[in-house]
């Protein structure tokens, strides 16, 4: 099996936090479009973008753009990679959760019953763009800013993470199915909105895309 962790990434260890289900979270900067090599993970992984827009592709499967805000699950084993068309900066932070903890006599918050429920909440979210709460958005970017964190964790950051983390990935899971549609009216929201700021300006497909932190061509798709 090829895994990958990415160029530009942060690692922070489950087992750092006291939070054994979570095999590790990272992050990753990406300042230009480039694309990473087919990989897969043995864990389940939450991808969630932060900031701007990612676009994967799947073995025998339709690719799935993530944009500021959204998250998609993908399941353990399956091959994919990150394909270029990034516009803009982007910061991303994944949690993989490995199914091989379940069961262990290792220290976490949940029971086991309460992961199996957990993971199956997860799974059946696979591969598809949700919105990420609010409060889970806060929760997620400040452990980002403790995975890049250079120096050593204090007791407060242990606690901190494991708690944000938690908190997290419980609110993922419990999120409804109807976000996927959400997510992209969020979207022709968010572009209305800066039109109306801006509509003095000269404006572009391109400019426009790039203040809502996604590919021109997604732009295009969202308003036929």
């Known amino acids: 099996m090829k895994t990958y962790i990415g160029p530009k990434s942060m690692v922070m260890k489950g087992e750092d936090i006291g939070f054994a289900l979570l095999d590790r979270i990272t992050t990753l900067f990406l300042k230009n479009a480039q694309k990473i090599d087919w990989h897969e993970h043995a864990e389940i992984e939450i991808l969630c973008c932060i900031k701007g827009s990612l676009t994967y592709e799947f073995r025998k499967r339709a690719p799935t753009t993530l944009t500021t805000g959204c998250f998609m699950v993908i399941p353990a084993g399956l091959e994919h990679r990150l394909v270029g068309g990034i516009d803009g900066p982007c910061r991303r932070l994944s949690f993989f959760i490995g199914e091989r903890h379940v069961g262990r006599k290792t220290p976490s918050p949940l029971s086991t019953a309460e992961i199996r429920e957990l993971l199956a909440l997860l799974l059946k979210k696979r591969l598809r763009p949700h919105v990420i709460k609010e409060t889970a958005l806060q ?86």
């Open 139 to 224: 929760q997620i970017s400040r452990l980002a800013t403790l995975v890049c964190g250079t120096r050593p964790l204090t007791l407060i950051d242990q606690l901190t993470a494991r708690s944000d983390a938690l908190a997290a990935i419980i609110t993922l899971a419990a999120t409804r199915r109807d976000s996927t549609f959400k997510t992209e009216t969020r979207l022709m929201d968010d572009a209305i909105k800066w039109l109306e700021k801006h509509y003095a300006e000269q404006i572009t497909l391109e400019s426009l895309a790039e203040a809502v932190y996604i590919s021109p061509g997604y732009l295009s798709a969202l308003f036929k």
